[in-house]
């Protein structure tokens, strides 16, 4: 599931509660000088930011979990990477309580995600992949990018796959073997900061 946020620095949690009050009951959360704010598609995201940015520095991002993972027979999983399908770093990741198959990375971006989401059955592997973008305040109607099916391996779906569509490869093969990753409890694509 893909969410709205408003990330707001050097502000508190109860400031915009009485700044923003008009716009009705918000889920807010954060301390100190960093808030989220979760929308709905309904709210009016444009009128929100721009009292947030009154009174702080705020900007809009679009957030999405990297979850799932495989059984013996089946498998069901989501990845997420940026609109040109690369790997983004994780906002954050679970590291405690039950993660077998389970949420696992949440990404965001200011511009927009692409979900590849795949499941299994058998060797009957299904790949779906949608664009979800940001234009100015306002969020754009989700676009299914591909649909593919194949028989055999993650691999031999990639051929099934239009080679304009290449950008997306390496999301999709992600979500394709994480379908085959039993009590998965680890992100698969990801964008690792090398120390060195």
Not at 25 to 33: R, S, T, V
Not at 118 to 123: D, H, I, Q, V
Request: net charge neutral.
């Amino acid at each position: 599931m893909v969410d709205l946020q408003v990330v707001c620095k050097n502000v508190t949690a109860e400031e915009l509660r009485k700044v923003l009050k008009e716009f009705g009951e918000l889920e807010i959360e954060g301390k100190k000088q960093h808030v989220l704010i979760s929308l709905t598609r309904e709210q009016p995201t444009d009128k929100i930011l721009l009292k947030c940015r009154e009174h702080a520095y705020a900007y809009l991002r679009v957030v999405a979990w990297e979850e799932g993972g495989g059984l013996v027979r089946t498998g069901q999983a989501t990845c997420v990477a940026g609109v040109t399908g690369e790997p983004l770093k994780p906002i954050s990741v679970r590291v405690h309580g039950e993660r077998g198959n389970k949420k696992h990375a949440l990404f965001g971006s200011r511009n927009g995600l692409v979900m590849a989401e795949a499941s299994r059955l058998g060797e009957v592997y299904c790949v779906v992949v949608t664009e979800y973008r940001l234009e100015g305040f306002l969020f754009q109607d989700p676009e299914v990018v591909l649909e593919a099916k194949g028989t055999g391996s993650p691999e031999q779906v990639l051929d099934e796959i239009p080679p304009e569509k290449e950008m997306y490869f390496p999301v999709i093969l992600a979500a394709l073997k994480k379908t085959n990753c039993q009590y998965c409890i680890h992100a698969h694509y990801r964008r690792v900061e090398s120390h060195g």
